[in-house]
Nanobody
Framework: QVQLVESGGGVVQAGGSLRLSCAASGRTFSIPVVGWFRQSPGKEREFVAA????????SYTDSVKGRFTISRDNAKNTVYLQMNSLKPEDTAVYYCARRIVAGMQQRTAAYDSWGQGTQVTVSS
């Protein structure tokens, strides 16, 4: 079993930056893909980015391309989401999740282990 813990959220002004962390513990060798998702009040949880744990290949939703960067530190069992040029519409609870099957997916149902989330608030 894998446990995921997010951190790094906070309040930032528009145009600012934050770096989120997702620390994995437990059976970390069974993590082919880690994804970041976000959910704002009244909206469905949506895909933000994903990374292949071994190969390091990445995928992003169009609205964050060029602003967000997902990366991983295998030695620390941690995945990061660097968020630059933040906009008020980026305000949400951000979650990381593990996909046990190889191959990056954007559907929430494709991920089976989730962290508790970290709040990101971008003020205008």
């Amino acid at each position: 079993q894998v446990q995921l813990v997010e951190s790094g959220g906070g309040v930032v002004q528009a145009g600012g930056s934050l770096r989120l962390s997702c620390a994995a513990s437990g059976r970390t060798f069974s993590i082919p893909v880690v994804g970041w998702f976000r959910q704002s009040p009244g909206k469905e949880r949506e895909f933000v980015a994903a990374i292949d744990w071994s190969a390091g290949s990445t995928s992003y939703t169009d609205s964050v391309k060029g602003r967000f960067t997902i990366s991983r530190d295998n030695a620390k069992n941690t995945v990061y989401l660097q968020m630059n040029s933040l906009k008020p519409e980026d305000t949400a609870v951000y979650y990381c999740a593990r996909r046990i099957v190889a191959g990056m997916q954007q559907r929430t149902a494709a991920y089976d282990s989730w962290g508790q989330g970290t709040q990101v608030t971008v003020s205008s």
